[in-house]
C-alpha cells in the first residue's frame, strides 16, 4: 500500500479512494486512522482477487444497477458489495487475516 495524501484528486464526498497498489487520502490525519485505512486495505484485497481491471468494471457495473434501483448516486455506492463489505468489516482490524476469497459476494 503507498499512501499519497493529496486533496485535489477527491472530490469534497470522498475521504480516500484505493487505486491500486495506492491509496489517496484527502488529508495526512487519514494517516492516523486504523479503521479508514483498512477500510481501503480490504478495497486493495478486493482489487487483487478480481486482477485489479475487473474490479473497476465489476463496481461500475453493479454502481450503474445500484443507481438505477434507488435513483440516488450516494444509495448506490453505499450498496456496492465491495463498499458494503468494507463497512461492515473497517473496524475489525483482524479481518483481512481471516478473510475468505472473494468475500465481497456475500454482501451482493
Known sequence: MI?????????GRFKGISLWPFVILGNKGLKQDPCFLNHEKIHLRQQLELLIIFFYLWYFFEWLVRFIKYGNSL????????????YRREQDLSYLSTRPFWAFLKFL
Not at 499512501?3 to 472530490?11: E, G, M, Q, T
Open 3 to 11: 499512501l499519497i495524501v493529496n486533496k485535489r484528486l477527491l472530490s
Open 75 to 86: 444509495s448506490a455506492y453505499r450498496n456496492i458489495s465491495f463498499e458494503r463489505e468494507a
